[in-house]
């Protein structure tokens, strides 16, 4: 398993305690798993760097308005989108 595929992993289990209601256990989580992807991010295209702060705006509303649902569909979908675009360029 390569870093990408386990960020992956993790950012898919992040979202599933989501799910399951444990929002302040995977706020924590979800900070570290960004600074993580933070420095592929820094290197990658700048129309994926664009997309990444636009995907991490709207978590932030998600988290503001406790939307635990849907900020576990941007972990689970969106952001591994964006990852998987990174490491295919």
Avoid: K
């Amino acid at each position: 398993m390569n870093a990408i595929d386990g960020l992956i992993a993790r950012l898919q289990q992040c979202a599933e305690g989501f799910r399951l209601g444990h929002d302040v256990e995977m706020a924590m989580t979800m900070v570290q798993l960004m600074g993580a992807i933070q420095p592929l991010i820094d290197t990658a295209q700048p129309e994926q760097r664009q997309d990444w702060e636009t995907l991490l705006g709207l978590m932030f509303e998600c988290q503001q308005g406790q939307n635990w649902l849907a900020l576990a569909d941007y972990l689970q979908y969106e952001c591994v989108e964006v990852l998987r675009s990174v490491s295919a360029a």
